[in-house]
């Protein structure tokens, strides 16, 4: 099982770009997925998560920002990113936690991290 994040980069800040990841391999289900990230000297801070059914939950420092949502479908969860600002500069980080077909129970899984630069 890999997750595999895209769409970073450099963005001006109030930029809106939008984050995927997708969750690939011998997947038997997906229940709750995430975004994370971590600027640099700083500890990782996770962002916002996703159920399986839609429910969704917010850090206060992207909360009416950011916004979280998946398609069940293509195994991918995103993450739209709206007025961004400079301190929002990080490397982006997806999880989930994901049942395998060859295992009993479901692990976490993390995908690379994609590095999100906003310019002022």
């Known amino acids: 099982v890999q997750l595999q994040a895209s769409g970073g980069g450099l963005v001006q800040a109030g930029g809106s770009p939008r984050l995927s990841c997708a969750a690939s391999g011998s997947i038997f289900s997906i229940n709750d997925m995430g975004w994370y990230r971590q600027a640099p000297g700083k500890q990782r801070e996770l962002l916002a998560t996703i159920t399986s059914g839609g429910t969704t939950t917010y850090a206060d420092s992207v909360k009416g920002r950011f916004t979280i949502s998946r398609d069940n479908a293509k195994n991918t969860v995103y993450l739209q990113m709206n007025s961004l600002k400079p301190e929002d500069t990080a490397v982006y980080y997806c999880?989930?936690?994901?049942?395998?077909?060859?295992?009993?129970?479901?692990?976490?899984?993390w995908g690379q991290g994609t590095q999100v630069t906003v310019s002022s």
């Open positions: 999880n989930a936690n994901i049942r395998s077909y060859s295992r009993t129970y479901p692990g976490w899984y």
